[in-house]
């Protein structure tokens, strides 16, 4: 190492402008893992943090609540076996205009009281009350408890009972109400009893999966739900696309720095090898200097990432997550790594005997 960190002290410079690259690189990789996070935050929040373990679908509607429509008897079929820890859920996007004559957006959750999916004894007796506990994020818009939401369409008329932690769905703060009142607004009088979806929170020791196929219904797991959520499954294969070419463009970088800098070491490596070196020790002394530009540049991208995040405005879905941010710095330094490969070739087939040649 005493040849590499010689290097890195003799040419500063020359480092110093690539380490500035690759910090670039990771501050703009850091950056983007806070927006996918914050992306899938805004499109699932609200479902990851119900306590349900599957939720079932009607056949082939593809994990989407707007596609799938069940009934009281799909419903026994769970409750059977299940008990209390099977319910039936409703979940619908509407506008609703508030006292003031301004239109919210609702990702409408309905579900009846005594449901597991009811938070806390408060959230029950809401839901028992037929109006609407709405997400935090509503209370940011001006809106109070007290307050009269009319749902647009059925143009019904809700109060407004309180506020909790709901997250969103589809982009969309959700709010809760309960699952007959969810029937109104969705089907009208003649609802009779539909609803979209079935919530299980698995007890152990019941087969689910066979549960669903005896009775022609489709299974997911919480996380396989997500994909239901409008746009979530483009968004999360955009970001990882995004995420993809960073890592490829950051290796073609690294890479070819140090193909260059190899070059211009080339009569300097076939000196240390005439000398006496191995081919193992110029390997480990070049690996030795890289680690040391990628790690430390990759670190102070995501520092300057984390200050940055802190700056962004609650408007952008933005959330930085330390586990996020050390899988994306980890994955610039091997792909970093990688790159260099090409320069490390190169390296094991200088022939010392060019030490015996004039350098350019």
Known sequence: MYLALRDLLVARGRFALVGAVIALVSLLAGLLSGLATGLVDDGISGLRRLPLTHVAFQEGSGSEFSRSSLGPDQLAAWQDRLGDDAAPVGLSFFNARTPDGATVDLALLGTPPGSFLAADERGDDALEAGGLVLSDAFADE???????????????????????????????????????????????????????????????????????????????????????????????????????????????????????????????????????????????DALGQLAIILATATALGMVVAVGAGSLIGGEVPFRLEAGSLISSAALLIVAGMLGSLVALRRITRVDPAIALTSQP
């Open 142 to 284: 001006g809106i109070e408890i007290g307050d009269e939401l009319t749902v647009v369409g059925p143009d019904i008329t809700l109060p407004v009972l309180g506020f909790t932690y709901g997250g969103s769905y589809g982009h969309v703060s959700i709010a809760f109400t309960s699952l007959e009142t969810w029937q109104n607004l969705v089907y009208g009088e003649n609802h009779r009893d539909r609803f979209n979806a079935v919530a299980l929170r698995d007890p152990g020791g019941v087969d689910l999966a066979a549960i669903a196929e005896q009775n022609g219904m489709d299974l997911y797991t919480k996380a396989g739900a997500y994909d239901g959520s409008p746009g979530f499954a483009a968004e999360s294969a955009t970001m990882s696309l995004i995420r993809t070419f960073l890592v490829v463009i950051s290796a073609l970088v690294v890479g070819a720095f140090f193909t260059v800098w190899t070059v211009q070491r080339t009569h300097q490596i076939g000196l240390l090898k005439a000398l006496g070196a191995s081919t193992t020790y110029v390997v480990r």
